[in-house]
C-alpha cells in the first residue's frame, strides 16, 4: 500500500505539474530540472528532450516510469506527456504550458500469472498554471474549465476488451487549485482546491452476456484543503519510515449536493438503485500520534427496486457520519482511539413499514442511533511496516493491549423505544483467565430503557413476538434492570467489581 499510495500521488503531480520541490530562481531550466529530480525522488523513471530558445525551455516527449512489482507481481505506470514548456515571464514567475492530452499506461502481471493492460488518457481544457515567489516559499496556481479522464483501452490475458464491456470516464469543471510551499528540514505544503462539479460514468458487463452494472453520478460545490510536512530526505516507499522523518498532514473535502444512479443485471437478478444528498464533509489526518478520519452526509434519500423484492424500498436520513481515531504506531505508553457512529431522522417508505406493520401499531417517527466510544490501548507493532504485519500474521502475536474503553454515549430512538447509556471500564492485561482469555475488566455501564415494555406488547400483538418469549424477554429485563422513575421506564446498572464479579443493579449474577 506504501507504493500505491506514492504512485497516486506522484502521478496527480505529474498530470498537473505542480512544482512541490524549492527552486534556486524561477529560470525554466531550473523548474524543469527540479521538478524532475522531484519525480525520480518518488520512484519514477524520467526521460525527455529539452529544447531551449530565448525565454522558454521546451520538453518533449516526456515520459515518467513506476514500477509496480512490489505491489501487484511485475507491472509499470507509465505517464506520457508530447510537449510541456516552461517560460520566463520577465516578472520572476515562469508559466507552464501544459499538454492538452496525456496518456496513462499500466501494464501488470499478476502474481498468478494473469496480465493486464489498461490506457487512460487524461484531458485539460486551456490549462493555466504559473509559479511566483521567491525559491524558499512558493506558490502555483492552476486553472482549467474542464478536466476529463476515460478508459481509453483494456486488455485482459492479451485479449482486447471493447468499451462495450468496460467503460470508465471522469469528468471535471471549474477547476482551481493553488498550492504554497517552503522547504526548510522538511517541506512544508499548504494548498487549496475548488471544482464546480465532478461526474463519472461507469459501465462494466461480462463479456458471455450474462450480466452488467452501471453506475454514474456527480458531486457539486466541491472544496478541499490540506496542509502538512513532507520529509525531504526519507524512503517514499516506507510510509512508516516518513511518520518518523516528520511526515504529518490534514485535509478536509466538502461539497454541496451529490447524486448517483445505478442499475444492475445478472441471471440471478436485476434492478437500480439512486440516491441523492445535500453534500458533506470528510477530515482525514495523519501524524504520529495517529490518524483521524471524520466523514457526514447531509439528507440522503436512497431508492432502490429488485427483482427478487418488487416492491419499491426507499430510506432518508437528516444525517449519516462516522469517526476513526486510532494509532498507527508502537510505543511504550499507552494511546488513544476512538470510534462513533451516527444517524439521526433515519425514515423509511410506508411500503417497507407496511411489510411487517399494516395496521399501522408501532409509531413511524424518524429514529436515531448515536455510539461514541473511546479509549486507551498499547500498540505493540507498526502498522504501517508490512514486515512486521506479516510477522504478526505468520505468529499469530496480539497487535496491542487493551487498558481503558469508554461508551461516552449510546443513543437508540426508534418504533416508540429509547435506550441510553454510558460506562466505562478499565482492563487487566496480566489476568486473562477470569474471563477466558479476554483482559479482566474493571468497572461499570449504565443502561435506561424507556418504552421498552410498551414496544414489546406491540410486537406481540402484532404477531411478530409470541407471548412465550416475551414473558421470556420481560424476565431477563427483571433481572438486569430496576423500574424508573417514569412510567414504563427500566434502570440498569453493569458492574465488575476487583474480583471479577459481575453485577447487576449490586445483585451477583455470575
Known amino acids: ?122 484531458e485539460q481544457t486551456d490549462p493555466v498554471m504559473t509559479a511566483t515567489g521567491d525559491p524558499d516559499a512558493l506558490t502555483y496556481d492552476y486553472n482549467s474549465p474542464k478536466l476529463s479522464m476515460e478508459l481509453a483501452g483494456l486488455t485482459v490475458n492479451g485479449t482486447p476488451i471493447s468499451s462495450d464491456v468496460a467503460r470508465i470516464g471522469v469528468n471535471m469543471t471549474d477547476i482551481a487549485y493553488t498550492l504554497k510551499t517552503s522547504v526548510a528540514e522538511l517541506r512544508n505544503i499548504e494548498q487549496a482546491m475548488t471544482l464546480g462539479a465532478l461526474g463519472y460514468d461507469l459501465a462494466f458487463a461480462d463479456p458471455e452476456g450474462d450480466g452488467n452494472v452501471k453506475l454514474a453520478g456527480e458531486i457539486t460545490g466541491i472544496t478541499a484543503s490540506g496542509s502538512g510536512d513532507l520529509p525531504t530526505d526519507s524512503n517514499p516507499n516506507d510510509l512508516n519510515a516518513m511518520l518518523n522523518d516528520g511526515l504529518g498532514f490534514q485535509a478536509n473535502l466538502a461539497s454541496v449536493g451529490g447524486n448517483f444512479s445505478l442499475s444492475f443485471s445478472s441471471p440471478d437478478g436485476s434492478g437500480t438503485a439512486n440516491s441523492a444528498s445535500e453534500g458533506g464533509e470528510i477530515n482525514i489526518a495523519i501524524d504520529t500520534d495517529g490518524l483521524l478520519y471524520n466523514a457526514m452526509q447531509r439528507n440522503v434519500d436512497f431508492n432502490m427496486l429488485v427483482t427478487e423484492f418488487p416492491l419499491p424500498l426507499s430510506f432518508s436520513a437528516n444525517e449519516v457520519g462516522t469517526g476513526i481515531v486510532m494509532p498507527l504506531q508502537k510505543a511504550p505508553e499507552e494511546q488513544g482511539f476512538g470510534f462513533n457512529i451516527s444517524l439521526s431522522d433515519f425514515t423509511m417508505s410506508d411500503v417497507i413499514w407496511s411489510l411487517f406493520d399494516p395496521s399501522g401499531q408501532l409509531p413511524r417517527d424518524p429514529a436515531s442511533l448515536l455510539v461514541d466510544l473511546s479509549g486507551k490501548a498499547k500498540v505493540l507493532f507498526d502498522f504501517l511496516d508490512p514486515t512486521q504485519a506479516l510477522v504478526l500474521e ?117
Not at 482492563?427 to 479476554?438: A, E, I, K, P
Open 394 to 510: 505468520q505468529t499469530g502475536a496480539a497487535p496491542g493491549e487493551l487498558n481503558a474503553l469508554t461508551l461516552n454515549k449510546l443513543e437508540l430512538d426508534a418504533a416508540g423505544a429509547k435506550l441510553t447509556g454510558s460506562g466505562d471500564f478499565t482492563f487487566d492485561n496480566s489476568d486473562l483467565t477470569t474471563f477466558d482469555g479476554v483482559p479482566r475488566p474493571l468497572g461499570g455501564l449504565d443502561l435506561s430503557l424507556v418504552g421498552g415494555n410498551g414496544l414489546l406488547d406491540k410486537l406481540v400483538a402484532m404477531g411478530l413476538v409470541p407471548e412465550q418469549q416475551a414473558m421470556g424477554a420481560r424476565l431477563m429485563m427483571g433481572l438486569f434492570a430496576v423500574p424508573g422513575d417514569a412510567p414504563d421506564t427500566l434502570d440498569s446498572r453493569i458492574e465488575i467489581n476487583p474480583e471479577g464479579h459481575v453485577l447487576a443493579n449490586g445483585q451477583r449474577i455470575r
Open 1 to 122: 500500500m506504501p507504493r500505491v499510495s506514492l504512485l497516486a500521488r506522484s502521478t496527480a503531480i505529474a498530470l498537473c505539474m505542480p512544482a512541490t520541490a524549492a527552486f534556486a530562481d524561477l529560470s525554466g531550466a531550473d523548474v524543469w530540472a527540479d521538478w524532475k529530480s522531484y519525480m525520480e525522488s518518488n520512484g519514477y523513471d524520467v526521460t525527455a528532450s529539452e529544447i531551449t530558445q530565448g525565454n522558454t525551455l521546451t520538453v518533449n516527449d516526456m515520459t515518467l516510469e513506476f514500477d509496480l512489482s512490489k505491489d501487484v507481481g511485475d507491472g509499470t505506470v507509465a505517464v506520457t506527456m508530447d510537449t510541456v514548456r516552461f517560460i520566463e515571464q520577465g516578472d520572476g514567475s515562469v508559466a507552464m504550458e501544459l499538454p492538452a492530452l496525456t496518456s496513462i499506461d499500466i501494464e501488470t502481471t499478476t502474481v498468478d500469472g494473469d496480465t493486464f493492460a489498461a490506457t487512460v488518457t487524461y
